[in-house]
């Protein structure tokens, strides 16, 4: 396990601690370092499972409670694998008063999925934000990455499905 100012391989054999030390050594194991230490721990692993989390506190000599908070904090990180494909649907007041929220449910109805979950075939992951800066654009839907305002439930439903097989 890495420590600060060492490197070792880690009992896992995982070559993705090996990057991440590379990421914690560049950082000088300085706790300062948090964020864009989980940051580059989510790039490697597509989320920050419990282990992870664990071997990042040690390593920048953080309690796990801090790592944790953070982590669970913004919005950016998710400690759960997210599915092929992202919904993400914001429930900020000006996207919810123009109906995001009967947004949320047509595709959670649709595809059995509840809000902050994902699918169990993990095709779709289904995420609710308070805000995405769009509020211009309200309703506001981003899918995989891409914004796309002024949303219906037909239009979500529509993309939603063309992302999963018939």
Not at 14 to 39: K, N, T, W, Y
Not at 131 to 143: E, M, Q
Request: charged share 15%; net charge neutral; glycine share 14%.
């Amino acid at each position: 396990m890495s420590v600060p100012g060492g490197s070792a391989a880690h009992p896992s054999g995982d070559e993705r601690f090996e990057r991440l030390d590379a990421a914690l050594r560049r950082q000088q194991h300085q706790p300062s370092a948090l964020l864009e230490i989980l940051h580059e721990a989510q790039g490697l692993f597509g989320y920050l499972p419990g282990d992870v989390l664990t071997y990042v506190g040690r390593s920048l000599s953080l309690p796990l409670s801090r790592v944790y908070g953070v982590a669970s904090f913004y919005n950016l990180f998710t400690l759960r694998p997210k599915g092929a494909h992202t919904c993400t649907v914001c429930l900020g007041t000006a996207c919810y008063v123009k109906g995001a929220g009967a947004l949320l449910a047509g595709v959670a109805q649709a595809h059995g999925v509840e809000a902050g979950g994902t699918t169990a075939d993990g095709r779709l992951s289904l995420v609710v934000v308070r805000c995405i800066g769009a509020c211009g654009a309200a309703p506001a839907v981003v899918y995989d990455g891409e914004l796309a305002g002024g949303q219906t439930r037909g239009d979500v439903l529509a993309r939603v499905q063309g992302w999963l097989p018939p």
